[in-house]
């Protein structure tokens, strides 16, 4: 059984486009789990960069300090930067994406709702509406009697060559033939401003003149629930070493490289 080989990279700020560097990585490093912090700025995905006004967008944003990055996950606006985590897990997975997403969104929230456990925090996976970039594998926590988000969720999916440690698997007729290299990205807010980074994921919408309105009071962070970060990212750190990946491949047993 393999498991995912986990780092984390929380001492300084990686590129916001960090995840495709990730994709490339584990085809030649096998399945890897990172915990990383962002630069400050706006991640969206490639659909947005199709809107007319996006350079626009981009040129805005990116004077009042908080550049637009594209990502190539799908979803909606998000805000990086200090106090937001992202989680990235990246593997190979042979079958068809359609019928394994759910099963990758289960493979990326399972570690991050034990850790929550453990501190005393019962996490949900379910939409959040009015949060930005919401989708039914948010995770979500009740506070102030509302669920409000806490963590969000996106993947990707691309074409890529089978793992030589691999055996082909018995197929049968009408079977996929595909491996892909899976990306599966949680975002999760740690310490932020609920207002400030609302504010701005609604200000990317603004100035393309979407219709799209997010609300601050949708969102919650993990001091604003008392708990503290060192000691969930101590528990996130143990349930994704425990974590195994779909396919046996490349990494015969599990490691942690920690360069806080």
């Known amino acids: ?3 995912f080989h986990v780092r984390t990279y929380l001492q300084q700020a990686s590129p916001n486009d ?3 560097h990730l994709l490339q990585s584990t085809l030649h490093h096998g399945p890897q789990a990172i915990i990383w912090q962002g630069q ?3 991640v969206v995905p490639r659909t947005y960069a199709q809107h007319p006004r996006f350079k626009y967008s981009q040129e805005q944003l990116q004077a009042l300090g908080w550049p637009l990055t594209i990502r190539q996950s799908g979803g909606g606006v998000v805000p990086q930067g200090h106090g937001i985590w992202n989680i990235s897990l990246a593997w190979r997975q042979y079958g068809r994406p359609l019928d394994l997403a759910g099963p990758a969104y289960a493979l990326l929230c399972r570690p991050l709702q034990k850790a929550f ?6 996490a949900n996976t379910q939409a959040v509406e009015g949060s930005f970039c919401d989708g039914r594998y ?3 926590v009740w506070h102030q009697h509302q669920a409000k988000k806490i963590v969000g969720t996106a993947q990707v999916w691309r074409r890529c060559a089978p793992p030589l440690t691999v055996p082909p698997p018995t197929r049968q007729a009408g079977d996929p033939s595909d491996w892909h290299v899976v990306l599966c990205h949680a975002l999760v807010l740690i310490h932020v401003d609920h207002e400030l980074v609302t504010h701005y994921a609604n200000l990317v919408e603004q100035t393309l003149e979407r219709t799209q309105r997010y609300q601050a009071q949708r969102i919650v962070s993990l001091n604003t629930l008392n708990i503290s970060s060192e000691q969930w990212l101590s528990r996130l750190q143990y349930h994704l070493r425990q974590q195994a990946v779909p396919h046996d491949q490349a990494l015969s047993s599990h490691s942690e490289s920690n360069h806080e």
């Open 1 to 3: 059984m393999a498991f």
């Open 18 to 20: 960090f995840d495709e």
């Open 40 to 42: 400050q700025g706006l």
């Open 117 to 122: 456990a453990d501190v005393g925090i019962k």
């Open 138 to 140: 948010n995770l979500a």
